[in-house]
T-cell receptor, first 111, second 117 residues
Framework: GNSVTQMEGPVTLSEEAFLTINCTYT??????LFWYVQYPGEGLQLLLK?????DKGSNKGFEATYRKETTSFHLEKGSVQVSDSAVYFC??????????FGKGTMLLVSP | KAGVTQTPRYLIKTRGQQVTLSCSPI?????VSWYQQTPGQGLQFLFE???????NKGNFPGRFSGRQFSNSRSEMNVSTLELGDSALYLC????????????????FGPGTRLLVL
């Protein structure tokens, strides 16, 4: 079956530090990959996505590249801000709409 | 466009009761999916509806059911509530314009937080 594994948190960084959150996946077929972000008390917001190998998704300074050879989709940001503090979910879709999520990684950014 | 809306936002029920949650998708979206989020199990897929038909279903007991109306609004129902049903229930809708890049992108609502006492 399909599964997503992402690094456990919390990840604690100082403002302006570099961020990497690792995500690897197992899927039948050729999935699309997503990163969603959840702020406290809210639902999920789509951060970025990639639909084929070597695609790079990007948004708000965040980037992730679809690596088929390593089945990975690591999230990166060059300089984090306090406002980036949230829980980040890696997910895949190998069917019409059904998403399979990782466990989530909490990011805490201090001033 | 308005986003996905869910009502109510918060709900407190007691064991044995039943509950109905509502979701209105983004205008023009015909697919609605439901997910349960708990600290222990994370985000788990419940079911998906497309054009009033259940298209996919997760691994949940029959106490969890849903439906979709002709205007694409969806409801989910949980009967005979258990303490373990306490969770954030998230609804997501996706575009009907075929597949975007091969898979439909889902957009989530703010969720309904259910507490079972």
């Amino acid at each position: 079956g399909n599964s997503v594994t992402q690094m456990e948190g919390p990840v604690t960084l100082s403002e302006e530090a570099f961020l990497t959150i690792n995500c690897t996946y197992t899927a039948t077929g050729y999935p699309s990959l997503f990163w969603y972000v959840q702020y406290p008390g809210e639902g999920l917001q789509l951060l970025l996505k990639a639909t084929k190998a070597d695609d790079k998704g990007s948004n708000k300074g965040f980037e992730a590249t679809y690596r088929k050879e390593t089945t990975s989709f690591h999230l990166e940001k060059g300089s984090v801000q306090v406002s980036d503090s949230a829980v980040y979910f890696c997910a895949l879709s190998a069917g019409y709409s059904t998403l399979t999520f990782g466990k989530g990684t909490m990011l805490l950014v201090s001033p | 466009k308005a986003g996905v809306t869910q009502t109510p936002r918060y709900l407190i029920k007691t064991r044995g009761q039943q509950v109905t949650l509502s979701c209105s998708p983004i205008s023009g979206h015909r697919s609605v999916s439901w997910y349960q989020q708990t600290p222990g199990q994370g985000l788990q897929f419940l079911f998906e509806y497309f054009s009033e038909t259940q298209r996919n279903k997760g691994n949940f007991p029959g106490r969890f059911s849903g439906r979709q109306f002709s205007n694409s609004r969806s409801e989910m129902n949980v009967s005979t509530l258990e303490l373990g049903d306490s969770a954030l229930y998230l609804c997501a809708s996706s575009s009907p314009q075929g597949r975007q890049g091969g898979r439909e992108t889902q957009y989530f609502g703010p969720g309904t937080r259910l507490l079972v006492l």
